[in-house]
């Protein structure tokens, strides 16, 4: 199996033991990082300290579910949508290109999100219904269509 890339294919092994997570890399182990002789002592010490943090939203990134993460993204559709929706005038046009990302992912990789998946297709469902009722009162104009899917 494969997985592809912008740099071109890349063999993946099937049920190949991950690698325990380790200590956050330091500033002179991060490749592409500054150049932090440059800096000093007190620029440096901050430096060093907003590269450990982002080591660690990396590994806590690496070591959730995809799943629980694309869910989470696919919530952020659902609240810009709603955000739209709410606003007076609703902001149709706005919330159409969101309740259609959201319908696109769940569309892709819905079967995918597990247990999150029947409210998240109950969320876009909500949404489309109340862009529809929003559009039939008469808000902003988005186009004579619904939103997609």
């Known amino acids: 199996m494969s997985l592809w890339t912008p ?3 890349v063999p993946v092994e099937r ?3 991950q690698p325990e997570p380790g200590p956050p890399p330091g500033a002179s ?3 592409g990082g500054p150049d932090l002789e440059d800096l000093s002592p007190e620029e440096r010490a901050q430096a060093e300290a907003f590269i450990a943090q982002m080591a660690e939203a990396q590994r806590q990134i690496a070591a959730t579910p995809a799943a629980q993460l694309v869910a989470n993204h696919v919530m952020g ?3 810009l949508a709603a ?4 606003q007076q005038p609703p902001m ?3 919330a159409q290109v969101a309740i259609d990302a959201m319908a696109a992912v769940m569309d892709a990789v819905g079967d995918q999100l597990g247990e999150d998946a029947p409210a998240l297709r109950q969320a876009l469902t909500n949404l489309q ?8 009162e008469g808000g902003d104009s988005a186009g004579d269509e619904a939103p997609t899917a």
Do not use: C, H, S, T
Not at 83 to 86: A, D, E
Not at 129 to 136: C, S
């Open 7 to 9: 740099g071109g294919e």
């Open 15 to 17: 049920n190949r033991p």
């Open 29 to 31: 182990e991060m490749v």
């Open 77 to 79: 559709f659902y609240e």
């Open 83 to 86: 955000i739209k929706l709410g």
């Open 92 to 94: 149709l046009a706005d």
């Open 129 to 136: 219904m109340a862009f529809v009722q929003l559009q039939r």
